[in-house]
């Protein structure tokens, strides 16, 4: 993967971590839309941790991508 692209995908990876709640939240959504109550309810009941775990996950691949930029890994 050339440097430019891994910088570019970091970024965007960076710009994501605000939009956690949402996707998070899309996520509820969705799984009610498909008729899995019940993993929607767990969802809701756990919805901090799942939001830090997203933005942990999103920030690890950014910092993976830049690091694999700079030719570091």
Not at 38 to 57: K, M, P, Q, S
Not at 61 to 66: D, G, R
């Amino acid at each position: 993967m050339e440097p430019v692209y891994a910088f570019s995908i970091a970024g965007l990876l960076v710009l994501l971590i605000p939009i956690a709640p949402k996707i998070v939240s899309f996520r509820i959504r969705a799984l009610r839309f498909l008729h899995f109550h019940w993993l929607a309810n767990w969802h809701e009941r756990h919805f901090e941790g799942f939001v830090t775990a997203v933005r942990v996950i999103l920030a690890v691949i950014a910092v993976a991508l830049c690091a694999h930029g700079m030719q570091l890994i």
